[in-house]
Structures are given as structure tokens and as C-alpha cells.
């Protein structure tokens, strides 16, 4: 596997795991009775939203698409 292959897999493996919190926190939220308890599981989705955001900026910062080669044409591969 290449960096950019690991790098990938890490973030796919995070996202997961960060929308695992997110959703029993909304549930949470959702189903909770007492405002303290409501209000705790209302910052808890806050904060889930927010790192799932930097996760996608730092992706976005460290995974640069590798190029693929560009054929030449026949024109260009006959006169070099």
C-alpha cells in the first residue's frame, strides 16, 4: 500500500468511528428527558461535527492526488 492508500484508510477508518459518537449522541439527545443531559449530548454532536470538519480539512491538506502519466501522442513520440 502507498502513503496516500494508508493516509486514506486512516481517515476513512476515523470518519467511521467519529459518525459511530455522532449518532448515539444525537440519540441521545433525542431521547434524553432532563435538559443537563440533553444539553451535554447537544455539545457532544457539536464537537463530533466540528472534528469530522478538521478531519476533512487535514485530508484535504495531506492527500495530494498523484498525477498520472500522460501518453503522448503519435505525432510526438515518432519526431522525439
Known amino acids: 500500500m ?3 492508500t494508508d493516509l ?3 481517515f476513512h477508518r476515523l470518519n467511521n468511528q ?3 459518537i455522532l449518532s448515539h449522541a444525537e440519540l441521545l439527545e433525542a431521547k434524553s428527558r432532563e435538559d443537563l443531559t440533553r444539553s451535554r449530548a447537544t455539545h457532544v454532536v457539536a464537537g463530533v461535527l466540528e472534528a469530522m470538519n478538521i478531519a476533512k480539512e487535514i485530508r484535504a491538506r495531506t492527500i495530494v ?3 498520472q ?3 503522448r501522442p503519435a505525432s510526438i ?3 522525439g
Open 2 to 4: 502507498t502513503d496516500t
Open 77 to 79: 513520440r515518432r519526431a
Open 69 to 71: 502519466p500522460v501518453s
Open 18 to 20: 467519529l459518525g459511530i
Open 65 to 67: 492526488v498523484q498525477p
Open 8 to 10: 486514506r484508510l486512516l
